[in-house]
C-alpha cells in the first residue's frame, strides 16, 4: 500500500535554494554567499536570559498568543520605531518564527480559489503557503529599472485589482529592495480602491541602510484595518534558530490566526520568548553594530561587483545584492559553475519568480574576509572567460 498525498502538497515543488545548498555542502572549500541568515551569534544579553529562565525551570507552555510581557514588549517596540500601534491583547500574535505567522496569515484569510497576488521577485514561502491554503497565486513582477519597487502600474497590468489579497515584503529578499512612504503611498491607494488585504513582510525592518528608515504600509491613512504586518527576530536579533516571531493586524484577523495557532502550536517556544523579551530590552545597541556591519559589506560587495564588470542594483535593506549575470549566461548556469570552478555559492535569481531572471541573490550576512575572498574568485572566474563586461557609468 501507498499513501496517497495531497495534491495541494504533491503540486509544490523542493525549495531551489535546498536543491542548490546540498551541492555546495559536498566540498568544503565553499565560501556560501546563499544563506539567509545572519553569521552573528544572537546577542549575549538575550542568551543569558534564556539560559536563566531554563535555569528556574520556566519551561512550560506560555498564553496561545505569547507571554503577555513580550507583547506588551512588541508593542512598545513597533510603537517606538515603526509608529505602529497595536494593543497586546487583542492584536499581536507570538509565532514560531515570522513562517508560521505567514503561514496562518494565508490560512486564516485565504479561501479555495482565492487569488493572492504576490509582489516578486520575493521570500520562496509565500507561493507554497498559498498553495497549501487552497488559494492562487498571481504573480506581480517588480523591475529593476525600478530598482524593484512595486508599482500600480505593474499591479493594473498583472490584473491584481481582482485579486483579494496582496503580499509585498520590503527591505526586500532577494532584491534588498526597499520602499519609501513616497512608493508606498499608491500602492495603499490602490489596496484600498481595490479592496485587498494586504500581507506585508517586514522581517528587515531594522536593516535599511543610507538614512533611509523603514516605513510599513500598515501606518499609512486607511491600511490598519486591511493589513497584517510580519516581524520577528531571526534578522535584526540574529536569533534564526531560536525559532520566534510575531504578527501585527486587527483584532480579527490576529482572532483567526490565533485559533489555528491554538490547535496547531499551542504556544511559541518558551525560552526563546525570554531571550526575545531581553532583545528588545536591552539589545538595542547589538543590533546597531551588526546592521552598521552589514551596511560596510554592503558598500564593498556593490562596489566590487561594479569594478569587476557585472552590474549591480543599489541594494538598500536587509542583507542581500542582486547583481546581473553577464549576458549570454543564465543564472541557473553561472551560479553552477561558479561553484563548481570557484567553489562560490550564490542563489539563482529565478527560484525567486518573476522578474528575477538573471540574477544573483548574494548574502553578505558572510564575514568580510569571506566576501573579500569571494569577490576575487568571482572575477578570477569571469578573467577566464574574457567575460568582462565594459563598467557602466551611465
Ligand atoms: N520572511 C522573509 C522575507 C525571510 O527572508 C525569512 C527568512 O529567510 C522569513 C520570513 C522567515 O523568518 P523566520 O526565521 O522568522 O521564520
Known amino acids: 500500500m501507498t499513501i496517497e498525498l495531497s495534491d495541494r502538497v504533491e503540486s509544490v515543488g523542493p525549495s531551489g535554494i535546498r536543491r542548490f545548498f546540498e551541492i555546495a555542502e559536498e566540498r568544503d572549500d565553499v565560501i556560501s554567499l546563499g544563506v539567509g541568515e545572519p553569521d552573528f551569534s544572537t546577542p549575549w544579553a538575550a542568551r543569558d536570559a534564556a539560559i536563566a529562565s531554563l535555569e ?30 497595536y ?11 515570522a513562517s508560521e505567522a505567514v503561514d496562518l496569515a494565508f490560512r486564516a484569510i485565504v479561501d479555495p480559489g482565492d487569488t493572492v497576488a504576490v509582489a516578486q521577485p520575493s521570500y520562496i514561502s509565500y ?14 513582477p517588480t523591475r529593476e529599472t525600478d530598482d524593484f519597487r512595486l508599482t500600480v502600474e505593474e499591479l493594473e497590468r498583472a490584473g491584481a485589482a481582482d485579486a483579494d489579497v496582496l503580499v509585498i515584503c520590503y527591505p526586500n529578499n532577494p532584491t534588498g529592495a526597499i520602499m519609501t512612504r513616497a512608493d508606498l503611498e499608491p500602492i495603499a491607494a490602490f489596496a484600498r480602491e481595490h479592496d485587498l488585504t494586504v500581507l506585508s513582510d517586514e522581517i528587515y525592518a531594522e536593516l535599511t541602510y543610507d538614512d533611509t528608515d523603514h516605513t510599513s504600509i500598515a501606518s499609512l491613512k486607511g491600511m490598519r484595518e486591511r493589513t497584517v504586518v ?11 534558530g531560536l525559532r520566534l516571531g510575531y504578527a501585527l493586524g486587527p483584532a480579527e484577523a490576529i482572532g483567526a490566526m490565533n485559533r489555528i495557532h491554538q490547535y496547531t502550536m499551542l504556544s511559541a517556544p518558551t525560552t526563546p520568548q525570554y531571550a526575545a523579551l531581553e532583545a528588545l530590552d536591552s539589545c538595542e545597541d547589538d543590533v546597531r553594530k551588526m546592521v552598521d556591519q552589514y551596511d560596510r559589506r554592503r558598500r564593498f560587495v556593490l562596489s566590487r561587483f561594479r569594478e569587476i564588470g557585472m552590474a549591480c542594483f543599489e541594494a538598500k535593506g536587509a542583507f542581500y545584492v542582486f547583481p546581473e549575470v553577464p549576458s549570454g549566461w543564465t543564472a541557473e548556469e553561472f551560479a553552477e559553475e561558479l561553484l563548481h570552478e570557484q567553489g562560490v555559492a550564490a542563489v539563482p535569481g529565478d527560484v525567486f519568480g518573476d522578474g528575477a531572471e538573471g540574477h544573483l541573490r548574494v548574502s553578505y550576512a558572510t564575514g568580510l574576509e569571506d566576501l573579500k575572498e569571494a569577490l576575487n574568485r568571482i572575477e578570477a572566474f569571469l578573467e577566464e572567460r574574457n567575460e568582462v563586461a565594459p563598467i557602466d557609468d551611465s
Not at 514588549?73 to 509608529?83: K, P, T
Not at 494593543?87 to 518564527?97: K, M, S, Y
Not at 507561493?127 to 506581480?140: R, T, W
Open 56 to 85: 528556574q525551570g520556566k519551561t512550560s507552555y506560555t498564553a496561545n498568543r505569547g507571554k503577555r510581557e513580550l507583547r506588551e514588549a512588541i508593542s512598545r517596540y513597533v510603537e517606538d520605531r515603526f509608529d505602529l500601534e
Open 87 to 97: 494593543g497586546a491583547d487583542e492584536e499581536i500574535l507570538v509565532t514560531a518564527g
Open 127 to 140: 507561493e507554497p503557503g498559498v498553495i497549501f491554503a487552497g488559494g492562487e497565486v498571481l504573480s506581480v
Open 230 to 240: 510580519f516581524n520577528g527576530f531571526s534578522k535584526a536579533h540574529a536569533m534564526t
